[in-house]
């Protein structure tokens, strides 16, 4: 099967992160890349939500890391045995098999057990009974495989019902069960007294290739036809018994397909097993690995749009194939061990990078990828108004617009409203609504936006706020975290800062000592008015 590549955005996802996820993966669909969809890294906030809505779109799958996985190791060995398999058939299969073991599975290829050659030697050693075969409910056709049998007549149960008698031992008139099993010779003197006994199958040793057999018209039972000689036959009956009372049922050791290999690589290093069952998620094995398969593995595919930079980006990128990378932001310190199609441009949003090579490759824009490129753009430039929107940005809305037959500004401010109700959010939701990460010389820093139609809203959840702020930059270490409330109808933002490098602020901002919160009008963007500034001052 085709990997799936996944489209996705930065982590703490924004409109143009989630939306541009999305219309990217359809266009890379409607190209004939149909394993190509779009995923996000955390939960959307209510504008993106309200977009989706409006357009009727699915949200995106929810993926945690892009760390290899089991599942993308390329596996080789299938080799397993059923319980009923035979004593010698499982043999053959352990002696060829690295490792020495094998995993037992049922009839629905659930995994039930493990087997090794120490496990099965007993059934070698063993002394044969004449009830050794039934007392094991030995499968019939492990006798016919094992014995290469040609089979006349009719076999009434599929395992051993009776016990196994030779001729030798059997006296004049002695008669036998409907189900005992009797081996004899091609000899007639032998062959009328087996029939003679009423044994229910007869095995006939030493018996010609081509022999062509004919069994009494009063005989009920089966007849096999075998080349071995009558010894022969008695040792690959021991063989034939089934393997079901000598496997290991319990302490399995197993991977399951979504395992880390990381965490596969711990485990076996305190395992005394050698290989080790791989079960999918329905419980069913569908290979064994050991330690050296796991340097051959598939790494997976990735696509980033709206950021290059790792601190941003998914658990586990380091160690995927990143194929593409779409964005509007500074190129950061992401690397690719293979070429790659890197496009970015200094626009104010991803979508209208995304929308223009929609045209490059003359596919219609669908009505819903419309909405949501549109609508990201709205986000990103704060419906125009920010220092980022472009020429570009504002060709490309007012062609989605036309597309959507709405009035932009109308929908924009709309929409922006309905993802910024502060009255309404706890604190731990606002300042994680647009959350970036950045690296400044020796310093981490967060920065986090909301956009709203009433900043003021801010001042009554301000202590919640701040201590949320400074919880934040314990747990994650950061050294300042900053808060943008940006108010499109008034113009200008509302930043709040919290941390021990306040200094930064106070360099960048203007921010006076003992002063965490300053209004700045006509700052809209992150990337062009905060960080620019922040990154000056981390150089002192």
């Given amino acids: 099967m085709t990997q799936k590549i996944y489209v996705f955005g930065h982590r703490n ?137 040609q089979v006349y007549g009719s076999i009434k149960s599929e395992l051993v019902q009776g016990d196994v008698y030779t001729i030798t031992e059997i006296t004049a008139g002695q008669t036998l069960s409907s189900q005992d099993i009797l081996v004899t010779v091609q000899q007639d003197i032998y062959m009328n007294r ?89 419980g069913k094995v569908i290979s064994t690995i050991s330690r050296s398969n796991l340097i051959d593995f598939s790494r997976k595919k990735v696509i980033l749009v709206d950021h290059n930079e790792r601190n941003q980006s998914i658990i586990g990128v380091e160690e995927a194939e990143i194929i593409e990378v779409i964005d509007h932001h500074r190129v950061a310190e992401i ?48 419906l125009f108004n920010s220092p980022t929107c472009t020429k570009d940005d504002r060709i490309i809305a007012r062609e989605l617009g036309k597309i959507l037959n709405i009035d932009v500004k109308s929908y924009g401010e709309k929409m922006l409203v309905a993802g910024s109700n ?7 939701e606002i300042i994680s609504t647009d959350r970036k990460l950045f690296t400044m010389g020796a310093y981490k820093i967060g920065v986090s936006q909301i956009n709203t139609g009433d900043f003021r809203g801010i001042f009554d959840k301000l202590d919640g706020v701040l201590q949320e702020m400074n919880n934040l930059c314990e747990e994650e270490s950061l050294d300042l975290a900053i808060l ?28 006076q000592p003992g002063e965490f919160s300053k209004y700045m009008n006509g700052v809209f963007s992150r990337k062009k008015q905060i960080v620019p500034p922040l990154m000056n001052a981390s150089a002192y």
Avoid: W
């Fill in 13 to 149: 996802p924004d409109t143009d992160s989630i939306c541009s996820a999305i219309a990217y993966a359809q266009l890379k669909q409607a190209l004939g890349h149909t394993q190509v969809f779009p995923a996000r890294l955390g939960p959307i906030n209510k504008e993106t939500q309200f977009v989706l809505d409006t357009f009727q779109i699915d949200l995106p799958e929810l993926i945690k890391d892009v760390k290899p996985q089991v599942s993308d190791l390329v596996l080789t060995d299938f080799s397993m045995a059923c319980e009923n398999d035979s004593v010698s058939k499982t043999m053959g299969q352990i002696i060829d098999h690295p490792g020495r073991s094998l995993p037992v599975i049922s009839d629905d290829e659930k995994l039930i057990g493990m087997v090794s050659l120490s496990d099965i030697i007993p059934a070698y050693t063993d002394a044969f009974s004449k009830s050794l075969l039934r007392n094991s409910e030995t499968p019939l056709d492990n006798i016919i495989e094992l014995l290469e049998a």
């Fill in 335 to 382: 690397q690719t061990a293979t070429p790659l199609y890197l496009r970015i441009e200094p626009v104010g949003c991803t979508a209208t990078i995304v929308a223009k090579m929609y045209h490059e490759h003359k596919i219609v824009i669908p009505r819903d990828m419309a909405g949501l490129m549109l609508s990201a753009i709205i986000s990103d430039t704060l």
């Fill in 194 to 282: 087996a029939f003679a006994t009423g044994a229910g199958i007869i095995i006939v040793s030493n018996a010609s290739s081509d022999i062509v057999f004919q069994i009494p018209d009063d005989y009920q039972g089966a007849v096999l036809i075998v080349a071995f000689g009558p010894f022969e036959v008695i040792r690959l009956l021991c063989q034939g018994i089934p393997i079901k009372k000598y496997y290991q049922k319990n302490h399995l050791e197993y991977f399951m397909t979504y395992e880390t290999i990381d965490d596969v690589k711990k485990n076996m290093l305190t395992s005394d097993h050698e290989r080790f069952p791989v079960v999918n998620v329905d």
């Fill in 484 to 511: 943008m409330v940006t108010d499109i109808i008034l113009g200008g933002t509302e930043l709040i800062i919290a941390g021990d490098a306040k200094n930064l602020a106070q360099l960048a901002f203007g921010f």
């Fill in 422 to 428: 502060l009255k309404e959010m706890h604190p731990s």
